[in-house]
């Protein structure tokens, strides 16, 4: 009897050995995907955080016809019933995509509101686009940024809009 008792012994040790051996296995597994998930993630932000620095989104009074920037500033007069500008965006390569969203932000003391998102068709193989008749209501700090479609930012830039 007590060799029964030994081998069974021996037996649930080793299957508790085993168990502890594969689900520590299992733990290493999925801490070494998470690493490589964040790895991951880690680079798309500087990926995107690279490509949106050299972008630059800038304003302007008129944007002409023959291709004419008229008015370039960081502020801008309206009326009382408001007033609109345009949003120049020039990129370091191609866009890449056929349509963006320009987001408008209004920066005040009590943190900031979307005042509007507007989207607009592009050509995915041009790297300088104008976005016309950005409108305004209030004066204020406005923060414009142009996102791709699937949400991540181009270009951003800050606009003082003030009342006549």
């Not at 390569?93 to 056929?98: E, F, L, R």
């Amino acid at each position: 009897m007590p060799k029964f008792t030994d081998s069974f012994r021996f037996l649930i040790a080793f299957g508790i050995s085993l168990t502890l051996l594969i689900a520590c296995g299992d733990k290493k597994d999925s801490v070494d995907s998470k690493k490589e998930e964040t790895t991951k993630e880690e680079t798309k932000k500087e990926t995107t955080t690279s490509s949106s620095a050299s972008n630059q989104l800038y304003f302007v009074e008129e944007y002409t016809k023959d291709g004419q920037e008229v008015g370039k500033s960081e502020k801008f007069f309206i009326g009382e019933k408001g007033g609109y500008i345009t949003a120049m965006l020039r990129t370091s390569q191609p866009i890449g995509v056929g349509a963006v969203d320009v987001r408008i932000e209004r920066e005040s003391l009590d943190g900031t509101e979307i005042v509007s998102t507007t989207p607009f068709d592009v050509f995915p193989d041009k790297s300088y686009f104008f976005f016309d008749k950005i409108t305004f209501y209030k004066s204020g700090d406005y923060k414009v940024t142009v996102f791709k479609k699937d949400g991540s930012p181009v270009a951003a830039g800050t606009v003082r809009i003030d009342y006549k």
